[in-house]
């Protein structure tokens, strides 16, 4: 069981990672890029207003080099910037394939296209869509609030939308269903981090594009994942049970 389970997770991923890493280099990837220009031309033009003021700290720390620090790394635009994607790309799918079977056979469910593509959509409710609305994709020089407390309340609400889908889906009992609403509700009614004087670097245009796009980009990856493991799965079992007859 353990090593289907790793079996399909890792085939289920690499083929949805290679479909969705190749769809990503066309929609998202330009986005990317075109506002690390905009973050770009506003560093420098913040460190020429700095130099003016001659206010050395502040030069420094939009070169990079405050305090002896070196410049952040990052792939090179091209072949190098793609196959990193990609491969984060298999390796999150993977990751959902394997959160996928697992929860299916947790709940005794029969493992099919169906059924997964079922789960799937749920997992994109879940950890993509629904705290989307509080914290929605960003891209580089975008205005954001503390990294530490968006990762907690997006954490806290993938897990409590997860849990509230399970008791809602699973649940008769009407009572049960409405707390289950309840607590999706909850992190929204509480709300997320935002920053108190959003100065974004990207133009609104390119942000909501991007925002849309990385949306309808991760919901394929779920979808596709699912698929993935919802065919590959019965394909395994099949060969695992006939593997004796044939021996």
Known sequence: ????????????GLLAGLLIGALQHVTTTPLILKAETFETAMRALEAQQAAFSGDAKVVLAHSGHEGGEHPEWKPEDGFQRTALTTLVTIATAIGFAALLLGGMIAAGDRIDDRTALAWAACGFLAFGLVPAAGL???LPGSAAAELVHRQIWWIATALVTAGGLFVF???EAPWLRALAVLAILAPHVIGAPHPAAPESKVPAEIAAHFTALSLGIQAALWLVTGFAVGVLWPWMSRRAAAAPATA
């Open 169 to 171: 889906l699973r649940m």
């Open 1 to 12: 069981m353990v090593n289907r389970v790793l079996t399909v997770s890792l085939l289920a």
């Open 136 to 138: 929605a994709p960003e």
